[in-house]
Nanobody, 118 residues
Framework: QVQLVESGGGMVQPGGSLRLSCAAS??????????MHWYRQAPGKERELVAL????????NVLDAVKGRFTTSRDDTKNTVYLPLNSMSSELSAMYFC?????????WGPGTQVPVSS
């Protein structure tokens, strides 16, 4: 069974930073073949795509609020994808989820909460 587990979340002050990680595991799961995504969902709002990184390592920030601010990365030797969150503001306060997607499969992690508060 494939599992994605996010970590690194927690309360952060405005202007602060943290790095989210998402570790994948499972028999038969070839991490390097998957496009990895980061989504966020704020209370009362729909889940939205933040960023993604292809198997070739090409990273794209999709959400306007994060464009030019940080870049997701992946380490295929550790089956892990990272999302550094810098200069945090209240607009980035949300539950963050990672997602692995191929042509035939998609998997979600349970999410990690990132509240921004002084």
């Amino acid at each position: 069974q494939v599992q994605l587990v996010e970590s690194g979340g927690g309360m952060v002050q405005p202007g602060g930073s943290l790095r989210l990680s998402c570790a994948a595991s499972g028999a038969g799961f070839t991490f390097s073949r998957y496009v990895m995504h980061w989504y966020r969902q704020a209370p009362g709002k729909e889940r939205e795509l933040v960023a993604l990184i292809t198997p070739a390592g090409v990273a794209t920030n999709v959400l306007d609020a994060v464009k030019g601010r940080f870049t997701t990365s992946r380490d295929d030797t550790k089956n892990t994808v990272y999302l550094p969150l810098n200069s945090m503001s209240s607009e980035l306060s949300a539950m963050y989820f990672c997602n692995a997607r191929s042509l035939a499969r998609t998997y979600w992690g349970p999410g990690t909460q990132v509240p921004v508060s002084s």
